[in-house]
């Protein structure tokens, strides 16, 4: 089965950036990735999806045009670069992967099928 880590989360100040990276077990080629975010209190919010070839991303609204999402199939990892970084990106980051090739708007929407246990971000002055 699948298994995803992620890493990279931390503390940091409003405006700075991390980058997230989420590496596979196996061989992603044939899987999107996506990160989800959770708040404490707050439902989980699907942030980006890259398809498996990289050639198709997906963003939510509240993070297009600050967070990046890229894969490197070589190393079987993706990233999510985020910049201009906001209090209300505080959250727990979870990288997930499925392989039925639906959009990455419906991933966003209504989750994926491996889950990684999640990086903490948490953004304060």
């Known amino acids: 089965q699948l298994q995803l880590v992620e890493s990279g989360g931390g503390l940091v100040q409003p405006g700075e950036s991390l980058r997230l990276s989420c590496a596979a077990s196996?061989?992603?080629?044939?899987?999107?990735i996506g990160w989800f975010r959770q708040a404490p209190g707050k439902e989980r919010e699907g942030v980006s999806c890259?398809?498996?070839?990289?050639?198709?991303?997906d963003y939510a609204d509240s993070v297009k045009g600050r967070f990046t999402i890229s894969r490197d199939n070589a190393k079987n990892t993706v990233y999510l670069q985020m910049n201009n970084l906001k209090p209300e990106d505080t959250a727990v980051y979870y990288c997930a992967a499925d392989a039925r090739h639906y959009s990455g708007s419906y991933y966003l929407y209504y989750g994926m099928t491996y889950w990684g246990k999640g990086t903490l971000v948490t953004v304060s002055s």
């Open positions: 890259i398809s498996s070839s990289g050639g198709s991303t």
């Open positions: 196996e061989f992603t080629l044939d899987y999107a």
